[in-house]
C-alpha cells in the first residue's frame, strides 16, 4: 500500500500540474537527469551512430546538468530548441525514406522537454511569489 502511495504521488507530481516550487524542483530535477543519461548514452552511441551523436550528447549533458542544478529558464528553452531542432531533422530523414520508429523516440523527448521549460518557468514563478 505504502509503495502505491508513492508511485501515485511519483506520477503525480511529474505528470500533475505543478502546484509549487518543490513540484517544479522536483520535475526539473528528475528531468535533468534524464538528459544527462540520455546524453551520455549518445556519446557513447557514438562509434554506431557518427560525430552528430556526440555533439547532440555533450549538449544534452551539459544542459541537463543546467537544468537540474539551476533550474534555468534559458536552458529549458535552449534544450527545448535542440530537441525540436532533431525532431524536424529525423522527420526530414524519415520523408526521405527512413523508418518511422526514428520519429517516435524524439516525440518522447519532446515532451519531456516542453515539461522541463513548463517546470522550469513554474519554479521561478512561485520562487518569487
Not at 502546484?19 to 522536483?26: K, P, V
Not at 526539473?28 to 557514438?46: D, E, F, H, I, R
Not at 543546467?66 to 529549458?76: C, D, F, K, N, P
Amino acid at each position: 500500500m505504502f509503495e502505491e502511495s508513492l508511485e501515485k504521488a511519483f506520477l503525480k507530481r511529474l505528470f500533475g500540474p505543478i502546484e509549487d516550487a518543490s513540484d517544479a524542483e522536483y520535475v526539473t530535477s528528475g528531468l535533468g537527469a534524464m538528459w544527462v543519461v540520455l546524453g551520455a548514452l549518445a556519446c557513447l552511441l557514438v562509434i554506431r551512430i557518427g560525430a552528430v551523436a556526440a555533439v547532440s550528447g555533450i549538449l544534452y549533458v551539459v544542459l541537463g546538468l543546467l537544468l537540474r542544478l539551476a533550474q534555468s529558464r534559458i536552458t529549458a528553452i535552449v534544450l527545448l530548441f535542440i530537441v525540436g531542432l532533431n525532431w524536424v531533422f529525423l522527420f526530414a530523414h524519415v520523408l526521405g525514406g527512413g523508418r518511422l520508429v526514428h520519429v517516435l523516440w524524439p516525440i518522447v523527448f519532446l515532451g519531456a522537454a516542453v515539461r522541463g521549460a513548463q517546470a522550469a518557468f513554474a519554479y521561478h514563478r512561485w520562487r518569487l511569489s
